[in-house]
């Protein structure tokens, strides 16, 4: 059984967010006698352009100045998405962050400037051989990772796993966990103009008319969807077992990794902070939670969610923390620690 660590906030009021997530950090170390190394990134979610819902930078604020006034070096760190956006290469989504407030410390895109430096991790589990993780994660052994738990259509929510899972993977990543194939094109859309046969290091590609991937060449690194001028290049967003996968990715970012997670159960939206749309909220504010397992504090989150709307929201996502349980990333049986 594990601990998770909880302070009960309804209010709107971010600077006592702020104030309660350092506490519970406060907490955290010193129930765990957790001692810092002299360079931590915090994992976070800018929020894509257009949403309203995601955790604001000032939520951070109270962290950062404790990590600094203990001689921690703090900075952000995260890895470009998937799909096209406001934070599919690196230039735009540092330029998202600061239009959202990110600026208080040095922000890392994890996997280069369009999602294609990875690391693998060898995991040999049931779905996944060995993950594909941003390649600037390797050189930091501790890590902060902070979470918004919300909805998500094909995970059911997002919290602490996803946040691992997706947040950690590069490009090709998670594309391995949506899909596990090639992206496809869209002949309708394609013009022929090569880019995407210059990006491609293993010539998978070919424009013969339209553009045409070799899914016998291709790596599924989905480079190709960043740099293609027209959106024609394209996510299949098919597969199997993707709610397995996840779980997965999420043993493979946090292995041999020192990890303190803090979760915000506010702002809880139908979908994530990836959509570039204003959303409202679908259940009351709940607080803050924590801990050092990633599946105890979620199925914790979850738990709090489900009984304080008196729906079944996000059960799907069940699923995932069931197999997250069985590979051995943590535990589902946790004990709710109130400290206030």
């Known amino acids: 059984m594990s601990k998770v660590y909880f302070i009960k906030n309804t209010e709107s009021d971010y600077n006592k967010l702020g104030n309660d997530a350092l506490e519970l950090l406060k907490e955290v170390i010193s129930e765990t006698g957790h001692s810092f190394h002299k360079e931590?990134?915090?994992?976070?979610?800018?929020?894509?352009?257009?949403?309203?819902?995601?955790?604001?930078?000032?939520?951070?604020?109270?962290?950062?100045?404790?990590?600094?006034?203990?001689?921690?070096?703090?900075?952000?760190?995260?890895?470009?998405?998937?799909?096209?956006?406001?934070?599919?290469?690196?230039?735009?989504?540092?330029?998202?962050?600061?239009?959202?407030?990110?600026?208080?410390?040095?922000?890392?895109?994890?996997?280069?400037?369009?999602?294609?430096?990875?690391?693998?991790?060898?995991?040999?589990?049931?779905?996944?051989?060995?993950?594909?993780?941003?390649?600037?994660?390797?050189?930091?052994?501790?890590?902060?990772?902070?979470?918004?738990?919300?909805?998500h259509v094909e995970a059911g929510f997002g919290g602490a796993l996803k946040q691992l899972a997706m947040g950690f993977a590069a490009r090709s990543g998670k594309?391995?966990?949506?899909?596990?194939?090639?992206?496809?094109?869209?002949?309708?859309?394609?013009?022929?103009?090569?880019?995407?046969?210059?990006?491609?290091?293993?010539?998978?590609?070919?424009?013969?008319?339209?553009?045409?991937?070799?899914?016998?060449?291709?790596?599924?690194?989905?480079?190709?969807?960043?740099?293609?001028?027209?959106?024609?290049?394209?996510?299949?967003?098919?597969?199997?077992?993707?709610?397995?996968k996840l779980s997965e990715y999420a043993y493979g970012a946090s292995r041999n990794k020192d990890i303190i997670y803090i979760t915000f159960v506010h702002n809880i939206t139908k979908d994530c902070d990836c959509s570039g749309t204003h959303m409202k909220p679908i259940a009351d504010n709940i607080g803050i939670l924590a801990g050092k397992d990633p599946v105890a504090l979620d199925t914790a989150c979850l738990d709090l969610v489900q009984e304080n709307s008196r729906q079944k929201l996000f059960e799907k996502g069940r699923t995932s923390l069931r197999h997250a349980e069985k590979i051995g990333l943590g535990t589902m049986k946790y004990e709710l620690k109130k400290i206030r």
Not at 178 to 201: F, R, Y
Not at 215 to 237: F, L, Q, Y
């Open 40 to 151: 931590v990134p915090i994992k976070v979610h800018f929020g894509e352009k257009g949403n309203k819902t995601f955790i604001p930078a000032k939520c951070y604020d109270n962290i950062i100045n404790f990590l600094k006034e203990k001689g921690v070096s703090p900075s952000y760190i995260e890895t470009n998405v998937l799909y096209r956006g406001s934070r599919t290469t690196t230039e735009l989504h540092i330029e998202t962050a600061k239009d959202h407030g990110f600026t208080q410390i040095p922000i890392i895109i994890a996997d280069g400037d369009i999602g294609t430096e990875y690391d693998e991790i060898e995991i040999n589990k049931d779905y996944i051989n060995k993950c594909k993780i941003g390649r600037g994660y390797g050189q930091f052994k501790q890590f902060i990772v902070m979470s918004h738990f919300k909805g």
């Open 175 to 244: 594309l391995e966990q949506h899909s596990g194939i090639s992206p496809v094109v869209n002949a309708e859309k394609c013009i022929s103009c090569g880019i995407c046969v210059n990006k491609c290091d293993f010539s998978a590609i070919e424009t013969p008319d339209t553009a045409v991937i070799d899914e016998s060449k291709c790596i599924g690194c989905a480079g190709c969807i960043a740099v293609c001028p027209r959106g024609a290049i394209e996510n299949t967003w098919g597969g199997s077992h993707f709610l397995e």
